[in-house]
């Protein structure tokens, strides 16, 4: 009863996959940014709020205010994020009523990323590659060892936001998620995202308060309902990516056997690459996730994981389309990709 005989674990560091947080003689604890993939486990489990992340709340308001057209690519997961009442239409009416031009889904560039793993799987792999790794968690895709077998498919963050500045070119786009990680994925120079800020949707929750934005109550705009498939809004549900992007080879090759494994949480998804490496995966198309549970449980989320999970299903049955390839959006695949 007096800690005399005890192992004591940060909280933060049980949370790390990566094992980037250690502690020194002191006990003060110190965060390996050589190992740290960003993907915010260790923020959503410390009970002092003592690791935050970067906001851009203030320029994405400034932004606004200043008259440019800022666009919010909302990701997959959002679906009741800020309330069992609030529908995808009163989110819409909300966004435009702080000022953004137009809201856009995140399953559009989903349904593009699946299209382009796709193709990538059936040309690589086994001739070029033994095995593929999906592209999407920028905390999985950045482990170093493996980058070779990483799908070099643009994420659908990128792809969307690539996609609104091909049609909008003077566009500004808030990427808007349950991602931390994904502020990271912006800023990096291997790669031209065109998205300007990021924003979780806990900080899109605190700009709704701030203005003192009812919801709940808002009334439903309907306009502009994006044509995506019920894979592309799967993608924020562990598995999801990797469903995608078989449903994908099965419309064009329906004979075709494609092994999938998948893995949740860092340390499960650093032994799946670590068994991938020594040929226990040979031929299968590998999905990995930073978060247990998928992006529905990244660190930027707002309710329960089960919860979301059944919601995202829910929504995504009222899809225009099945498979990710049967939209609009993926005709203008060739023009997005470098």
Known sequence: SYNAIIVQERPCAKACGMKAITS????KATIDYDKCVSCGMCLVNCPFGAISDKSQIYQVIKAIQS??????????????????????????????????????????????????EAE?????????????????????????????????????MTLT?????????????????????????????????????????????????AKDLDLENM??????????????????????????????IKKEYPDKEIKIANAEGLEECRKLMMLASKGKYNGYLLEGMACPGGCVAGAGTMQPIKKSQGAVKIYATKANHKVATETEYVKELDKLVD
């Not at 020194?24 to 006990?27: A, L, M, V, W």
């Not at 009523?97 to 560039?109: N, T």
């Not at 808007?176 to 790669?191: D, F």
């Not at 009334?219 to 992007?245: K, Y």
């Open 24 to 27: 020194d003689e002191n006990g």
């Open 67 to 116: 008259g440019e057209k800022v666009y919010a690519a909302v990701a997959p997961a959002f679906v009741g994020q800020f309330g069992p009442k609030v529908t995808p239409e009163k989110l819409r009416a909300a966004m435009k009523e702080l000022g953004f031009a137009d809201v856009l889904e995140v399953a559009i560039g989903a349904d593009l990323c699946a299209k382009q």
């Open 120 to 156: 990538d799987f059936l040309k690589e792999v086994p001739e070029e590659l033994p095995f593929m790794a999906t592209s999407c968690c920028p905390a999985w895709s950045v482990f170093p060892e493996y980058a070779n077998c990483v799908s070099m498919a643009l994420t659908p």
């Open 161 to 209: 936001a690539r996609l609104i500045k091909n049609h909008t070119p003077d566009a500004k786009v808030v990427f808007i998620g349950p991602c931390a990680a994904k502020k990271l994925e912006a800023m990096r120079r291997t790669v031209r995202s065109e998205v300007d800020f990021v924003l979780t949707f806990e900080e899109m929750s605190g700009i709704f308060a």
């Open 219 to 248: 009334h439903e705009d309907a306009d502009g309902v994006n044509d995506v498939s019920t894979d592309g809004r799967n993608f924020a549900v562990s598995g999801g990516v990797a469903q995608a992007v078989v449903d994908v």
